[in-house]
């Protein structure tokens, strides 16, 4: 789309969301507003065709979104949607060398669920209508609290103007048709306007909505274009109007895994973030929350309350139910939990079983191994073939540091040993139970690190019967 570049306002401080967390950087679907926007932005132009309108925590904002490649313009006072494009106005005065784009389009921050597809076609209606403005519209149920865009004639492209909810004359409190904050100008045209706004209005702000009828004073085209879905310009202004796009773009991501052969029983109470991918015939149980670039093989299982975050799962792996992965990486046909917790690092071989109330940490665990009951494994390489036994713990941390625990191929570890890293185990080797180990043990050899059993035979009985005398 040569001659376009596009304009994003993403500098106000959202002040409905009473939060302090900057509007744009609240997320749905997992990730920020203005990554969504910006997603949807770089389908149409190069990400050095963006500039970014940054003001209220700028740094942080920009920090968020700097991998994306996107330029920033800087709003240091945020003096309404008007005020944010006479900064773009004022950079390209300033940056002379830098070609003034033909056509912009300017997107909001805060209206995340905007298609490529629907920004590509106000691009090509602008075009075609020869406009000096294009704007984005819909009807939604409830149209309060938006901007109304009000047509010549209800049949007409053709808009008069734009007018703010709080400026709305009681006749047109009825008015349906939304303006989406996203539009498309001649540059010219926009820039020409800008320096006329005023601050005449209830929020004492420079409204870019003011653009529209001071164009059509001036006998330029403004045209409204309607969006297929009004859910992709709702915009998150508060909470409840943030987790309304939650909702509906969760339940986009439920169905675009569901097409592909993914079962997710009871979608609505999944929380599926919108980068996860699931493979053909996984089963999704009930309450079950996939977040983070989260990947899972076909044929898995993940039963219900298990929560997974930025990990990668084989095919075949069944997860029951309240586990919670973080960074793991598991292999095929593992068997994990109830209540099992694998921690960043955790990589859990082929055929593994992790059982309940387990806990892993940066340790690799070979093919087949088990640890079925209650132990922690942390900062260990352990081979294929090997039992831990319930309750057994690797002593990673002496108070100070972190020690490397490794177990060889094939290696029993019995019922509640302690492993004082740093230790190794050979290959084949036996470690009895209760034992604590603080020195290697060599392969194929048995270790016992306990004290001996004593047994008195008739203690008991002895003791009763001095306590009767
Ligand atoms: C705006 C429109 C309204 C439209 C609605 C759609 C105006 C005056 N009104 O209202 O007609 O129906 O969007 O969602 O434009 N921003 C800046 N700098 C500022 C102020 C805002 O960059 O000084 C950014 C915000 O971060 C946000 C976007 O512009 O991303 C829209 O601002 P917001 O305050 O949410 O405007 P609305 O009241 O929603
Ligand atoms: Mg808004």
């Known amino acids: 789309m040569s001659g376009f570049a596009i304009a994003i306002m993403a500098a106000g401080r959202g002040t409905r969301l009473k939060s302090k967390r900057p509007k744009v950087l609240h997320e749905i679907g997992g990730r ?11 389908k149409v132009v190069p990400p050095g065709r963006i500039f970014c309108i940054v003001g209220h925590e700028a740094d942080r904002v920009q920090s968020a979104v700097a991998s994306t490649g996107v330029r920033f313009v800087l709003q240091a006072e945020q003096r309404g949607t008007g005020h944010a494009l006479q900064q773009v106005k004022a950079y390209f005065a300033a940056h002379r060398q830098e070609v003034l784009p033909q056509h912009l389009l300017v997107l909001s921050g805060d209206v995340p669920l905007i298609r490529p597809e629907t920004i590509a076609e106000i691009c090509e209606v ?3 209508e020869r406009a000096a403005m294009t704007i984005l519209t819909a009807v939604p149920p409830d149209p309060t609290g938006y901007g109304r865009v ?3 004639r209800d049949d007409a492209p053709e808009v008069t103007a734009i007018v703010e909810q709080k400026s709305l004359r009681p006749e047109q409190m009825g008015a349906p048709e939304i303006n989406s904050g996203i539009y498309c100008f001649e540059t010219e045209a926009l820039f020409a306007k800008l320096g006329s706004l005023s601050t005449d209005n209830a929020h004492r702000e420079f409204y870019l909505t003011d653009v529209a009828a001071m164009l059509v004073v001036d006998g330029e ?32 991501t439920a169905k675009r895994l569901m097409a592909q052969g993914v079962t997710i029983l009871r979608p609505d109470t999944c929380v599926i973030d919108a980068e996860v ?14 977040l983070g670039a989260t990947r899972i093989g076909s044929e898995c299982r993940i039963r219900s309350y298990s929560v997974i975050q930025g990990s990668v799962l084989g095919d075949g792996v069944l997860v029951r139910n309240g586990c919670i992965l973080d960074g793991a990486e598991v ?10 917790h694998l921690r960043p690092e955790s990589r859990i071989g082929e055929a593994a079983h992790i059982g309940n109330f387990c806990e892993t940490k940066k340790v690799s665990i070979g093919k087949g191994s088990k640890a079925n009951h209650l132990t922690y494994l942390g900062d260990a390489v352990i081979g294929a073939g090997v039992n831990i036994g319930a309750g057994a713990i690797t002593c990673n941390y002496d108070g100070v540091r972190k020690h490397l625990t490794t177990i060889g191929d094939r290696v029993f570890v019995g019922s509640d040993s302690t492993l004082v890293a740093p ?4 290959d084949g080797a036996y470690i009895a139970a ?11 050899s048995l270790a016992l690190g306990r004290s001996r059993q004593v047994t008195k035979a008739g203690w008991v009985s002895e003791r009763r019967n001095k306590q009767k005398a």
């Open 331 to 340: 292999g095929n046909g593992a068997i994990l939990g109830p209540y099992a």
């Open 221 to 252: 085209r403004v045209v409204a274009v309607k969006a297929a879905s009004v859910d992709e310009v709702l915009g998150a202004n508060t909470i409840a109007e943030m987790m309304h796009l939650d909702a509906a773009m969760r339940m986009e």
């Open 126 to 128: 602008h075009l075609r």
């Open 423 to 426: 230790v190794s185990l050979g």
């Open 32 to 42: 920020a507003l203005l990554l969504h926007v910006i997603a949807a932005a770089a």
């Open 434 to 444: 209760g034992s604590c180990i603080t020195e290697d043990v060599p392969e194929d």
């Open 277 to 290: 991918t699931v493979g053909a015939d996984t089963t999704i149980e009930p309450y079950v929350q996939l």
């Open 150 to 152: 009000l047509r010549v």
